[in-house]
């Protein structure tokens, strides 16, 4: 009686199997993504906008979320799980440019609406230095540089970027030196150590 019970549950289950639909949340009921109304069974009409926005801390405004990178990371992994997109004015390191089409994508449901990131920088640089046959680099930076465009370690992720695409191009060759490494009474030397023997130009003449 028992094994009867078991296989007519799992009939009725079969035959009233909830449809859904596998995303980055495992299984979700059917919806239509369009709705944003949505009546309860007593007829109470709620309706919802399930978005986050992040925007960089500005004194213009009266209520505003700090520096956006140091949060960014964090949130844009994590709404994918909520069904929420992420909209953002901030993003502009190499990994938030990358495919978001695809619940495995890192920052899927992410959409920056900047019009220029790290990216567009590295490509533009590249670009120039194959333009001109140019295929040795040396990356001099301050860590936290620039720090009021996207916060602390702006100039950091920047070069991070940069890298990323001289990577890809094999003729071009690179070294980086952070400047807030040493004080500045030492950069005439460390420019020398880091710049001056390895990417200064050749002389053939000796006086």
């Not at 309860?40 to 399930?50: D, H, I, M, Q």
């Not at 990994?95 to 449901?109: A, G, L």
Request: a neutral charge; glycine letters at 8%.
């Amino acid at each position: 009686m028992g094994s009867c019970k078991i296989v007519m549950l799992a009939m009725f289950w079969l035959m009233h199997r909830v449809g859904g639909k596998v995303t980055c949340r495992e299984v979700q009921l059917h919806r239509d993504c369009e709705t944003l109304c949505s009546t309860s069974r007593n007829g109470t009409v709620s309706c919802e906008l399930r978005v986050a926005v992040l925007l960089p801390a500005d004194p213009k405004f009266d209520i505003s979320l700090p520096k956006v990178l140091p949060v960014l990371a964090v949130v844009g992994r994590v709404v994918k799980f909520f069904g929420a997109p992420l909209i953002t004015t901030g993003g502009f390191t190499f990994d938030f440019t990358e495919k978001k089409v695809e619940c495995k994508d890192e920052y899927f449901m992410t959409t920056r609406i900047g019009n220029l990131a790290f990216r567009d920088i590295a490509e533009f640089f590249v670009t120039i230095m194959n333009r001109y046959n140019w295929h040795k680099v040396h990356l001099v930076y301050a860590t936290n540089g620039q720090s009021q465009v996207a916060g602390r370690h702006t100039c950091q992720l920047m070069m991070k970027s940069m890298v990323e695409f001289i990577k890809k191009d094999h003729h071009i060759t690179y070294g980086t030196f952070d400047v807030e490494a040493t004080t500045p009474n030492d950069y005439p030397e460390a420019l020398r150590d880091h710049v001056g023997s390895s990417y200064g130009g050749e002389c053939n003449f000796i006086h």
